[in-house]
């Protein structure tokens, strides 16, 4: 999984505890059963087993950025996405993921574009972008992970 960068509020996804902002990481573990669907997951919950099994079943989140652009202008943002794109290109390369799933609309097509260069358009999984999972986009997210999961499976 490709996402845009950690957060700015602290929640990064491989923390060993939530902070109660944890949203991709919540929504990640609902779409793949390994959190209830109904249950909030609130701060301070253990995320060590939950990521253990995230990792065995053979996923992986690198983040376009390497430091938080959640609170930059737009413009500011689509720059720094670009600037990180070759230091993202080296880390797919030394991971070389089976799949990919390219996460957040606003970085769906430079990361795409990059990963084409690379050679890696085919290991891709979605052919649009899958919306980052919070104002109102978890379900769609939690289905579109689930449906690219079936297709890696498909394609193995």
């Known amino acids: 999984m490709i996402a845009e960068s950690p957060p700015s509020s602290g929640g990064f996804f491989y923390f060993p505890t939530t902070i109660g902002k944890d949203h991709l990481f919540r929504e990640t573990m609902k779409a793949l059963d390994l959190w209830p669907k109904s249950e909030p997951m609130r701060r301070g919950v253990d995320k060590r087993s939950m990521l253990r099994r995230f990792q065995s ?13 959640d609170r930059l202008s737009p413009v500011e943002r ?55 999972p919070s104002h109102g986009n978890q379900r769609t997210y939690r289905s579109q992970l689930r449906r690219a999961l079936l297709k890696s499976r498909s394609s193995s």
């Open 57 to 69: 079943m053979g996923f992986y989140l690198l983040d376009t950025c390497d430091f938080p652009v």
């Open 78 to 132: 689509r720059d720094a996405v670009f600037r990180q794109m070759d230091r993202l290109i080296r880390d797919v390369i030394e991971t070389h993921p089976r799949h990919i799933l390219v996460v957040k609309s606003t970085i769906f097509n430079p990361v795409l574009n990059a990963l084409k260069e690379a050679g890696f358009r085919s290991r891709v999984l979605n052919s649009g972008p899958v919306p980052f």
